[in-house]
């Protein structure tokens, strides 16, 4: 079997989005603590950099990042490939 050499899938200058987000919201109650799921509208962005490889984790592997400008911030931060999708995809 042959392995197959890992491509890049975003370019810089594309439009991207952050893949579905869910968090728990904490709210205090009467008896305690509440956890309940909140859907957060996920931040949007544009790639500044061209792809990289980060250093291998425990397992070895070792996945592309990017750095995002995501829209109304002034820094851009690393994500993973994987955490991103094409704006126009749902």
């Not at 392995?3 to 109650?29: A, F, Q, S």
């Not at 309940?36 to 990289?52: A, E, F």
Request: net charge positive; aromatic share 8%.
């Amino acid at each position: 079997m042959i392995n197959k050499i890992p491509v890049p899938k975003y370019k810089k200058g594309d439009r991207v989005r952050e893949t579905h987000v869910l968090r728990l919201k904490t709210v205090k109650v009467n008896y305690g603590i509440s956890k309940t799921p909140q859907n957060i509208k996920p931040k949007r962005g544009v790639i500044v950099s061209d792809p990289y490889r980060d250093e291998p984790d425990k397992a070895g592997r070792r996945r592309f990042k990017y750095k995002v400008q995501w829209d109304g911030r002034s820094k851009h931060e690393p994500i993973y490939q994987s955490r991103i999708l094409p704006e126009e995809e749902s």
